[in-house]
C-alpha cells in the first residue's frame, strides 16, 4: 500500500495558521524524504473550511522546486469551475517545475456557493465534467481545441508550456455517491474516496463495484483506490484521544456548516452552540472510534491490514486538521514507521537455499 498525505487545514481556529504556509511546506518536506508517494492539495470552498487552499496548484507550484520524489496530486481540482485551458495551462508549469510529479483528482463539486465561479454550470456539473476531462488530456498531449476569440471567429487552441508528463494521472473524487464511482471505474479513472460519511463496509463494497465497472469498461488491472482518513498517531491510545478530541471537535462542526444543504440552512443557523457542540461532539467519537487513522502504530496497522483486504491501494493521511506542526511531525515518525512495515510486509519473503 502507498501512503500519502493530505492537506484541509481550516483556517477559522487552533494553531489554523490563516496567511501562513509553514506547516504545508515542513510537512511535505517531511514527506519528500521519508518515502511517502504523494501529498494532496486541495481547493478552496469560500468557507474557513479548506480556506487556506484557495487554488491546489499555486501551492504546488510553491511545492515543486523545494520536494524531488513526491508527486503533487490537486485533491482535488473541482474542474465544473474552471475553464479547461487554464487548468492544463497552469498544471502544465507546475508539472515543468516538479519534473513531472503531477497528478489531478477531479471532483464535480456540491457546495452551491463554490459555483459563484460558474453559477451557469452548477445544474449540469455531473454530466459536463466528463467532457471537460477529456479537453483537459486533449490539451495535455499536445492537442487543439476549438474557441471562440474576441470577435465571435472559431479558432483551434492548443495551450503552452508543454508539461513533462505524455499523460496526465487523472484520479476521480467521490464522497461515496455509486454512480461517481460507476463512472469511474467505467471511464478507467482512479478513484479517491474517504470515510468522512461512509463506513468500511459501505467502502468495500464500492470500491468492489469501481472495479466491477473497470472490468465492464474494458480496463485491465484493478486501477489505484485512494482512501482519506484523519490520522495521528502516538503511543498512547487514550493519550491520543484526548490530544486530538478538542481539535478535531472543532474541525467536524466548522466541516458541518459547510456540509448543509440550502434547505436545511435555516435551521442549521437557528441551532445553538450547545448543540453544535454536541452533534461534533458525536461525530467525533465515530470518527475516532470507526473511520480514521488515529491511535497508536498497532490500531494502525490493523487498519492497514483491512484497507488492504478491501481493495485501498493508496493510504491518503489527513494530518492538517488543528493539532501545532511540531506535534503533526512527531506523529508522522510513528505513521512512518507503520508505512515501513506495511512495505516490508508486502515484499515477497526470499527463502534460504
Not at 508539472?95 to 453559477?119: C, H, M, Q, Y
Amino acid at each position: 500500500m502507498d501512503f500519502s498525505l493530505m492537506f484541509w487545514g481550516d483556517s477559522a481556529g487552533g494553531e489554523s495558521r490563516n496567511g501562513t504556509y509553514d506547516h504545508v511546506i515542513r510537512i511535505s518536506k517531511y514527506a519528500d524524504e521519508h518515502g511517502y508517494v504523494a501529498v494532496w492539495l486541495p481547493e478552496r470552498h469560500f468557507h474557513p473550511w479548506g480556506g487556506l487552499h484557495p487554488n491546489p496548484a499555486v501551492l504546488a507550484a510553491a511545492l515543486a522546486p523545494i520536494t524531488h520524489k513526491i508527486r503533487l496530486r490537486a485533491g482535488s481540482v473541482v474542474l465544473p469551475l474552471h475553464n479547461p485551458i487554464r487548468v492544463a495551462e497552469e498544471w502544465a508549469v507546475v508539472d515543468n517545475l516538479s519534473g513531472g510529479r503531477v497528478e489531478l483528482a477531479i471532483a464535480t463539486g456540491w457546495k452551491d456557493d463554490d459555483f459563484v465561479l460558474a453559477p451557469e454550470k452548477y445544474a449540469k456539473r455531473k454530466t459536463e465534467v466528463w467532457d471537460a476531462i477529456n479537453t483537459v488530456e486533449t490539451l495535455w498531449r499536445g492537442g487543439k481545441i476549438a474557441g471562440i476569440n474576441g470577435h465571435g471567429k472559431e479558432i483551434q487552441v492548443q495551450t503552452f508550456p508543454r508539461p513533462v508528463q505524455s499523460e496526465l494521472p487523472v484520479w476521480i473524487t467521490s464522497s461515496g455517491g455509486l454512480r461517481t464511482m460507476s463512472d469511474a471505474g467505467h471511464t478507467g479513472y482512479n478513484l479517491l474516496t474517504h470515510l468522512l460519511m461512509q463506513s468500511f463496509e459501505d467502502v468495500e463494497n464500492k470500491i468492489a463495484q469501481y472495479k466491477a465497472y473497470r472490468v465492464r469498461g474494458g480496463f485491465r488491472g484493478p486501477g489505484k483506490v485512494a482512501l482519506m482518513a484523519h490520522t495521528f498517531l502516538g503511543t498512547d491510545r487514550n493519550l491520543v484521544k484526548e490530544k486530538v478530541r478538542g481539535a478535531m471537535s472543532s474541525y467536524l462542526r466548522n466541516s458541518a456548516d459547510l456540509m448543509v444543504r440550502p434547505e436545511q440552512r435555516g435551521e442549521w443557523n437557528e441551532m445553538g452552540r450547545a448543540a453544535r457542540d454536541e452533534m461534533a461532539a458525536v461525530a467525533f467519537e465515530r470518527y475516532f472510534e470507526t473511520a480514521s487513522l488515529m491511535g497508536t502504530p498497532e490500531t494502525a496497522r490493523a487498519t492497514v491490514r483491512k484497507l488492504e483486504e478491501i481493495g485501498v491501494s493508496d493510504l491518503c493521511c489527513l494530518v492538517d486538521f488543528g493539532l501545532p506542526t511540531e506535534d503533526i511531525l512527531e506523529s508522522l515518525d510513528l505513521l512512518t514507521e507503520v508505512m515501513d512495515w506495511a512495505n516490508r510486509k508486502s515484499k515477497p519473503q526470499l527463502k534460504r537455499a
